[in-house]
Nanobody, 118 residues
Framework: QVQLVESGGGLVQAGGSLRLSCAAS????????MGWYRQAPGKQRELVAA???????NYADSVTGRFTISRDNAKNTVYLQMNSLKPADTAVYYC????????????WGQGTQVTVSS
């Protein structure tokens, strides 16, 4: 069983930075794709950034150039560096692990709140 624990959320002023971390248990981290999603009140959950097992990344248009996703397989941890934060980035951020083997298996963290004040 995989468990994901996020940390690093909080309250920050517009223009500030935060770094989110997501630590995974188990042995499949290095062979899984990882992603950060967010959900604002009244909105659907959306993909913010993702990184493959091989380190390829992709980003939502709204965060390109401001956010950076990275992973440390030795620590079973994925990070999301968020710079130049905007009030529109306010949401609960969720970590996702996607493992593909005879099917697709998704695991989610509990979420961490990010609030950006204007």
């Amino acid at each position: 069983q995989v468990q994901l624990v996020e940390s690093g959320g909080g309250l920050v002023q517009a223009g500030g930075s935060l770094r989110l971390s997501c630590a995974a248990s188990g042995s499949i981290f290095s062979i899984s794709a990882m992603g950060w999603y967010r959900q604002a009140p009244g909105k659907q959950r959306e993909l913010v950034a993702a990184i493959t097992e091989g380190g390829s990344t992709n980003y939502a248009d709204s965060v390109t150039g401001r956010f950076t996703i990275s992973r440390d397989n030795a620590k079973n941890t994925v990070y999301l560096q968020m710079n130049s934060l905007k009030p529109a980035d306010t949401a609960v951020y969720y970590c996702n692990l996607r493992f593909r083997y005879s099917g697709t298996y998704d695991y989610w963290g509990q979420g961490t709140q990010v609030t950006v004040s204007s």
